[in-house]
């Protein structure tokens, strides 16, 4: 067999990269839990009419099929999800009676979507949601709760560079856009989510030419998109536009009171700003948005994304809203762990590695081993036995921290970072330094060129 070609768009990590990614699943995971979210895990496939029924997909959906299928086969007409949300809805729909509302869930799973791969964006990719979904109604409290506890997510990965959540509200966009007396409201939004890829002077032509806007509505809508803070000041810049709508106030006070209570979550690597260009491409949000770019690493575009969706789902009788968002896990650490920048320090998850004096005596390290793990130290015997030294070398380049040798008088340790060496009871023998006993993430300042 030839050596195979990778696949683009298909990541796939070393076990010392995966130490990272594993981190920040379990980091995630513990900080969702804190905050009572419950865990579930949707099936890979829906049915077509559902991955296509919300915003502009179709070209993004992979179809799954039998090579062998027939036309009329039953499991025509299925899809991988390329999201969480979609199936999410859907979970909700088919378990209404079996859950509690407000049900509070986080998921951190696969997708799969379409793309052409370039740097953060991906054909099978990792992400981690968070949603609050209602029966009915879902108070407004619930926005800010979700946008509290991805910070406090994101602010426990100490080693990611900073980042800035990026606040709006449709309410707000919207009432602006209708006081404004905008013909086409939805249209105008559409063009307006692109002024991260587009200039502004070419974003205002579309305005005018697609949207039907003059040439002074257009100035105000590009306007009301420089908007940003960090407080509630902007509010007082909207309003002094000279616009008025009752969805308007309603969008704005709904964004004021979420950016003064997430305020104290700020820090030097933690930032909350309302920014009014954020409009949110997909057509299911209705009043939150959030986005949210890595310091250093803003070419990646949003890494973590979502808001307000008043009906996402829906059964005829029954309306159940929701806010959530999502981070994309793959997104951020594929490029930061090909780049060289995060990595972990060992290869293999043993802290330590058992000598072997010859192979009369392997029985003995394999039991000394089974003695270290029967208190939760993870190790390895050494394959075969070489010269101590050898086997030491074996250890570095796994970057196993500690060898375990039999000698006359009992068992002694050795830290090859250091040099110490001392006796050690391989059924009561832990590591001084905690944070040995399982690989940790390295952050390395400077990028493999």
């Not at 409290?141 to 910070?151: F, G, I, K, P, T």
């Not at 994304?305 to 951020?332: E, H």
């Not at 500690?402 to 001392?422: H, M, P, S, W």
């Amino acid at each position: 067999m030839n050596k195979p070609t990778p696949l683009s768009g298909f990541p796939e990590f070393l076990p010392s990269q995966r130490t990272v990614e594993r981190e920040v699943i379990a980091t995630l995971s513990r900080t969702f839990e804190l905050h009572g979210f419950g865990n579930i895990e949707t099936r890979a496939v829906e049915p077509m009419d559902q991955l296509l029924r919300k915003g502009d997909t179709s070209k993004e959906v992979y179809v799954l099929r039998r090579l062998q299928e027939e036309d009329n086969a039953r499991d025509k007409g299925m899809g991988l999800h390329f999201d969480l949300t979609v199936p999410f809805a859907r979970y909700v729909l088919e378990n209404a009676g079996k859950l509690e509302f407000p049900f509070r869930r986080y998921q951190i799973q696969k997708v799969w979507r379409g793309e052409r791969p370039q740097e953060g964006r991906f054909r099978e990719f990792a992400q981690a949601d968070i949603d609050i979904v209602g029966r009915d109604t879902l108070p407004f409290h619930h926005d800010v709760e979700v946008a509290r506890v991805m910070l406090e997510a994101l602010g426990k990965l100490t080693f990611l560079p900073g980042f800035t959540l990026q606040v709006n509200n449709r309410k707000l966009i919207q009432g602006f856009y209708a006081g404004l007396g905008a013909p086409d409201v939805e249209e105008t939004m559409r063009l307006i989510d692109k002024l991260d890829k587009m200039p502004a002077e070419e974003v205002g032509k579309l305005l005018v030419s697609e949207a039907g806007l003059t040439d002074e509505q257009a100035a105000k809508c590009l306007e009301l998109a420089t908007i940003t803070a960090t407080d509630d000041s902007f509010v007082e810049k909207v309003r002094a536009l000279g616009v008025e709508s009752e969805l308007l106030e309603e969008g704005l006070t709904e964004l004021a009171t979420l950016i003064t209570a997430t305020a104290p979550l700020n820090t030097d690597s933690v930032r909350v700003v309302a920014d009014l260009s954020i409009a949110r491409g997909l057509d299911y949000y209705t009043g939150t948005v959030f986005e949210t770019r890595l310091d250093g690493y803003e070419s990646l575009g949003s890494i973590c994304s979502g808001g307000r969706y008043d009906a996402l789902a829906n059964d005829g009788k029954t309306t159940y809203p929701g806010v959530g968002i999502s981070l994309g896990v793959s997104r951020v650490l594929v490029p930061l762990v090909q780049k060289g920048v995060l990595d972990g320090d060992r290869k293999v998850p043993s802290t330590v590695l058992v000598a072997v004096s010859d192979e009369e005596s392997r029985a003995e390290a394999d039991s000394a081993a089974q003695q270290l793990r029967a208190h939760n130290v993870a190790c390895e015997v050494s394959p075969n036995a070489a010269k101590f030294g050898k086997q030491i070398r074996f250890a570095e380049r796994r970057g196993i921290p500690y060898v375990l040798f039999a000698t006359e008088g009992g068992y002694e340790i050795k830290d090859i970072r250091t040099g110490d060496q001392v006796p050690a009871d391989p059924a009561t023998w832990t590591p001084q330094n905690e944070s040995d006993l399982k690989p940790q993430v390295v952050a390395n300042n400077e990028e493999k060129k």
